[in-house]
C-alpha cells in the first residue's frame, strides 16, 4: 500500500493557461474526492466518484473545472483559463466503500498551483 | 446547505492542560471525522466516528459524537508539544464538508 499520490507536486502557470492535474489512489478505494484548500481554510468539496461514475461535484465544478475517473482507477483534475484565485493546494482523497472497517479518507500530498 | 462551524478557530494552551474543541453541524450525518494537519503538509485521518455517542480514544485525544445535538467534540487531555497542529472535523454526507480548522499551539 503506498498511499494516494498526486502528481505534480507544484505547478507554477501563467494567468489564462490550462492545467492538467493526476491522482492515483489507494489501489483497493472506490471512491475519490477531489478539494481545493486555500490558508487558513478547511478544505472546500469539489468532486467525488464512486468507481468511474461522478456522484457529486460543486457548483464550482461546472465552470471552468472538470474531473474525470475513465476507468475507475486514477482521476485528472483540468482547469481551464486559470485565474490567480486558482492559487491553492489541490488536494485528492481515497476512501473504501462506506461501512468497510476503515472508512475513512486517505488523503495524498496535494499540488500547489501558482497562477501568476 | 450543510455547515460545519468549529470554536475555537485559535486554541493556545499550556503543556499539561486540557481543553475541548467543538465541532457543530447544520444538517443530520452518522458519519463525522476529525483530522489533523501539520503545516505545510497533508491531511492525517485521526477519528470516524460512525454513530450517535459513539467515542474514540488515542492517546491524549478522545472524540464524542452525539447526532441529536450535531455535535462532536475533541477533547485534549494533558497537551503536549507533539500536539500543536490544526484540527478539522468533517461531516460525510456523500460530498465531505469541513469545517475551517481549528489550530492548536500547545506551549511549554
Known amino acids: 500500500d503506498t498511499g494516494v499520490s498526486q502528481d505534480p507536486r507544484h505547478k507554477i502557470t501563467k494567468r489564462g493557461q490550462n492545467v492538467t492535474f493526476r491522482c492515483d489512489p489507494i489501489s483497493e478505494h472506490n471512491r475519490l474526492y477531489w478539494y481545493r484548500q486555500t490558508l487558513g481554510q478547511g478544505p472546500e468539496f469539489l468532486t467525488y466518484?464512486?468507481?468511474?461514475?461522478?456522484?457529486?461535484k460543486s457548483r464550482l465544478l461546472s465552470d471552468r473545472f472538470s474531473a474525470e475517473r475513465p476507468k475507475g482507477s486514477f482521476s485528472t483534475l483540468e482547469i481551464q483559463r486559470t485565474e490567480q484565485g486558482d492559487s491553492a493546494m489541490y488536494l485528492c482523497?481515497?476512501?473504501?466503500?462506506?461501512?468497510?472497517?476503515?472508512?475513512?479518507?486517505?488523503f495524498g500530498p496535494g499540488t500547489r498551483l501558482t497562477v501568476l | 446547505e450543510l455547515k460545519v462551524e468549529q470554536n475555537p478557530l485559535f486554541l493556545s494552551m499550556q503543556e499539561g492542560k486540557n481543553y475541548t474543541i467543538y465541532c457543530n453541524y447544520s444538517?443530520?450525518?452518522?458519519?463525522l471525522y476529525w483530522y489533523r494537519q501539520d503545516p505545510g503538509k497533508s491531511l492525517e485521518s485521526l477519528f470516524v466516528l460512525l454513530s450517535n455517542g459513539a467515542v474514540k480514544q488515542e492517546g491524549r485525544l478522545m472524540a464524542s459524537l452525539d447526532t441529536k445535538a450535531r455535535l462532536s467534540t475533541l477533547h485534549i487531555t494533558a497537551a503536549v508539544h507533539d500536539l500543536s497542529a490544526t484540527y478539522f472535523c468533517?461531516?460525510?454526507?456523500?460530498?465531505?464538508?469541513f469545517g475551517d480548522g481549528t489550530t492548536l499551539t500547545v506551549k511549554p
Open positions: 482523497a481515497s476512501s473504501p466503500r462506506p461501512g468497510h472497517r476503515t472508512d475513512t479518507q486517505y
Open positions: 444538517t443530520t450525518s452518522d458519519r
Open positions: 468533517a461531516v460525510v454526507t456523500g460530498k465531505s464538508t
Open positions: 466518484f464512486q468507481n468511474e461514475a461522478q456522484l457529486e
